[in-house]
């Protein structure tokens, strides 16, 4: 079946500029996680939604990131006014109803790579 | 917040032989472990997991094991191939509402020498 899908796969902006990404989770998943990987690293949390609402916000780096999730369904990371720290791949994951016991594994898209210039 | 520590951060090893990679981790409320591998230009994918109630896991060639009271477990994969050359992620997750997202190790890039 169809995966995680994220848009653009890549996408180059000029610092200052505006950006969205979008993820399109896997059909029936309610919950759905951004993550940010800087080149080399590791996953950084940003941001976990259930179901519209984002119980969870404690990842993002600044009032310049925010996300919204329509439906519960598609999600939107956006980027204010960029700067070339927030160069990186931004992940989005999906999965199902996560309780207590939070063993739903996470299915990851390919990301989307945003360069800052 | 949980902490999980990984290593090595880069593992060679020749084809056929084992790899070992460990990872710690800080929340003796974790209960969850998953491990994912990243190739090139794409996303993690689970390749297998572990809950606090299990020690040990298998799954053909891989293998995982879990010490809760040393709060380490590690994965093992045996007869390596070329195709498992990758970037391997550890990650944990306590229980209870409030802790859903997965903390995640720093990686370990695995190459495998033909």
């Known amino acids: 079946g169809a995966g995680v899908s994220q848009s653009p796969s890549n996408k180059v902006t000029e610092k200052g500029k505006d950006v969205e990404l979008r993820c399109d989770p896997i059909s029936g998943h309610t919950a759905l996680y951004w993550y940010r990987q800087s080149l080399g690293q590791g996953l950084e949390f940003l941001i976990y939604?259930?179901?519209?609402?984002?119980?969870?916000k404690s990842g993002l780096p600044s009032d310049r990131f925010s996300a919204e999730r329509t439906g519960g369904s598609v999600s939107t990371l956006t980027i204010q006014r960029t700067q070339q720290e927030d160069s990186a791949v931004y992940l989005c994951a999906s999965s199902l109803n996560q309780g207590p016991m939070g063993d739903s594994p996470l299915h990851f898209g390919n990301g989307t790579r945003l360069t800052v210039t | 917040g949980e902490n999980v520590e990984q290593h090595p951060s880069t593992l060679s090893v020749q084809e056929g032989d084992s790899a070992v990679i460990k990872c710690t981790y800080s929340d003796s409320a974790s209960n969850y472990f998953p491990w994912y591998k990243q190739e090139l230009g794409k996303g993690p994918q689970l390749i297998i997991d572990?809950?606090?109630?299990?020690g040990e896991k298998k799954d053909q060639r891989i293998a995982v094991t879990l010490n809760k009271t040393a709060k380490h477990f590690s994965l093992h994969i045996t007869e390596t191939q070329p195709e498992d050359s990758a970037v391997y992620f550890c990650?944990?997750?306590?229980?209870?509402?409030?802790?859903?997202?997965?903390?995640f190790g720093t990686g370990t890039r695995l190459t495998i020498i033909p």
């Open positions: 990650a944990a997750r306590p229980l209870g509402f409030g802790n859903e997202k997965l903390t």
């Open positions: 572990i809950r606090s109630n299990v």
């Open positions: 939604f259930q179901g519209n609402s984002a119980p969870d």
